[in-house]
């Protein structure tokens, strides 16, 4: 009897390390996913460096109540899986709401961003972000465009005034 105890203290124990080391932890339901389409699932947010896992709920409320993700408990009913991400707290938002479009049985329950627990609607919004290095693309972008525009205006004068001499 007490080492089935064991086992699921050191299950709670696991999803706890999981919550404190992850950037992001994504709750979704994925009731109605064929295998294929959990095997696509799973290869793209390994790709993502993201780690998907099935923990039953009242281990995962055990271990919200002792990193203070109460507000997750509510999500916590049917089949959950479990997504976290140790170094980027968009990936596995960015993953799970793109394959959400393409496959309606995978619905985003809960999540936590940075240690903030975010409602599903901030979390489809946070996914629609761009990458980082989309983000520095359209500041250098932006940052050229008054450049490009004086060396273009001021190439224009110079040949008006070209042609005026000439």
Request: aromatic share 4%; charged share 30%.
């Amino acid at each position: 009897m007490s080492s089935v105890i064991e086992q699921k203290q050191a299950v709670v124990n696991e999803i706890i390390g999981k919550f404190n080391d992850s950037e992001s932890i994504i709750l979704v339901d994925y009731r109605g996913l064929s295998v294929s389409q959990d095997t696509e699932l799973r290869t793209k947010l390994r790709e993502a460096d993201v780690e998907l896992k099935v923990y039953k709920n009242t281990l995962t409320r055990r271990a919200t109540a002792e990193t203070n993700y109460t507000e997750l408990d509510e999500a916590l009913a049917g089949p959950t899986a479990v997504a976290t991400s140790k170094t980027d707290a968009v990936a596995a938002a960015r993953v799970l709401n793109d394959f959400s479009k393409d496959n309606e049985a995978l619905e985003i329950k809960a999540g936590v961003i940075q240690g903030i627990v975010t409602p599903v609607e901030d979390i489809k919004k946070i996914a629609e972000l761009p990458s980082y290095e989309g983000l520095v693309s359209m500041l250098l972008s932006v940052l050229q465009a008054p450049i490009r525009n004086f060396a273009l205006a001021s190439k224009a004068v110079a040949d008006q005034k070209e042609e005026e001499s000439a």
